[in-house]
């Protein structure tokens, strides 16, 4: 199992690996397909207790701050339904960029302190 997540430690290698090659990840870029692969990918790493500080906090802290964000109506809703439901035209380049910005602020907050 090790194997597996030798190029892709944590959910920010992940998203930065699909962000690169998204169809290799993700042939129809479909959202949907997108929400089940990284809940998979973060729960083969729970299962086999590798989670690392960056999945844990992906996992706590990424619905809300993207529901503040978008100004959408609750914070409980997962990040999947929150794009489906919103206006945005390309809701799969539109999630990755919110992916992106999210780590990129928790990167400048551990450097930080």
Known sequence: MKYLFKN???ISELIRAINRRPKMFIPDLKIDQLYFYISGFLLAKKTNELLENIDISFCEEF?????????????????WYMIEDS????????IMGF???????????TSVR
Request: avoid cysteine; aromatic fraction near 20%.
């Open 99 to 109: 992916f992106i910005e999210w780590i990129l602020e928790k990167e400048n907050l």
């Open 63 to 79: 619905n809300s701050w993207l529901a503040h964000k978008i100004n959408y109506k609750n914070d409980y809703s997962n990040w």
């Open 8 to 10: 892709m430690k944590n």
């Open 87 to 94: 206006s945005y035209e390309d809701k799969f380049s539109t």
